[in-house]
Nanobody, 123 residues
Framework: QVQLVESGGGLVQPGGSLRLSCAAS????????MGWYRQAPGKQRELVAD???????NYADSVKGRFTISRDNAKNTVYLQMKGLKSEDTAVYYC?????????????????WGQGTQVTVSS
């Protein structure tokens, strides 16, 4: 009923930039927080950044000053602009949305995840 589709991952050299996008679609009533998480091999999934519907942002210390999260509420889309990429940023990046959606005659709330997009930082 709800889908999150990420795009924009790829291979980039250290110091380079990438922009990730995540679009939510389906029977959406409203979206509260949208965020980006990442998971490197052998590590737990961790929060990178998130943003409320009102534009309040939160970042992991490791990406502050290098990454910028933004969203377009009209398009149900969240973006992650990544600059100054380092090898330690290599991971699968996942989009998450805390949203309300229509289910039969009800409005339900839940977290939805995208399928993930690979970001590899290497020379």
């Amino acid at each position: 009923q709800v889908q999150l589709v990420e795009s924009g991952g790829g291979l980039v050299q250290p110091g380079g930039s990438l922009r990730l996008s995540c679009a939510a679609s389906g029977r959406i009533f409203s979206i509260n927080v949208m965020g980006w998480y990442r998971q490197a091999p052998g590590k737990q999934r961790e929060l990178v950044a998130d943003i409320t519907s009102g534009g309040v942002t939160n970042y992991a210390d490791s990406v502050k000053g290098r990454f910028t999260i933004s969203r377009d509420n009209a398009k149900n889309t969240v973006y992650l602009q990544m600059k100054g990429l380092k090898s330690e940023d290599t991971a699968v990046y996942y989009c998450k949305a805390d949203l309300r959606y229509y289910s039969n005659s009800y409005v339900r709330r839940g977290d939805h995840w995208g399928q993930g997009t690979q970001v590899t930082v290497s020379s």
